[in-house]
């Protein structure tokens, strides 16, 4: 009996750790509804309105679901998002997206802003969950 209990925690430990390896590193995934830019482009920003540095991403899909961005203003991971701080990723012509946001933290939001060639705001879009 002890041999067989001894048998049964070594595959509890080899299934935690497998569970843990495979777990995705990203606590928050948030997405934005689909917008169009006819003109000036589409911005996604992420904030960290936590109290402590996260690793963020934020990307612009297109309608396919490739990721169409331009040029990505947030830090790479492992690199993290100050505490209070912001980025975007930005399309570098007129599109139709949405914005998908990661961050290891709860404490992240996201939006999809619509900027015309003025640089004004058109439409803000939140991201959700």
Same mark, same amino acid.
């Given at each position: 009996m002890k041999a067989r209990f001894e048998t049964g925690l070594g595959? &509890? =430990?080899i299934i935690a750790s497998m569970a843990a390896a495979s777990s995705s =590193? @990203? =606590?928050t995934e948030l997405f934005t509804p689909a917008s169009q830019a006819p003109v000036g482009q589409i911005r996604c920003v992420i904030t960290n309105v936590g109290t402590t540095p996260t690793e963020v991403t934020a990307a612009i899909l297109g309608q396919n679901g490739v990721d169409i961005t331009g040029v990505n203003g947030c830090p790479q991971p492992p690199s993290k998002l100050a505490a209070g701080a912001f980025c975007s990723s930005i399309t570098t012509a007129p599109v139709a997206g @949405?914005?998908?946001f990661t961050s290891q933290s709860i404490k992240a939001r996201g939006v999809l802003l619509v900027v015309d060639i003025a640089n004004a705001v &058109?439409? =803000?879009l939140p991201a959700t969950k």
């Open positions: 595959a &509890v =430990a =590193a @990203y =606590a @949405y914005c998908r &058109v439409s =803000a």
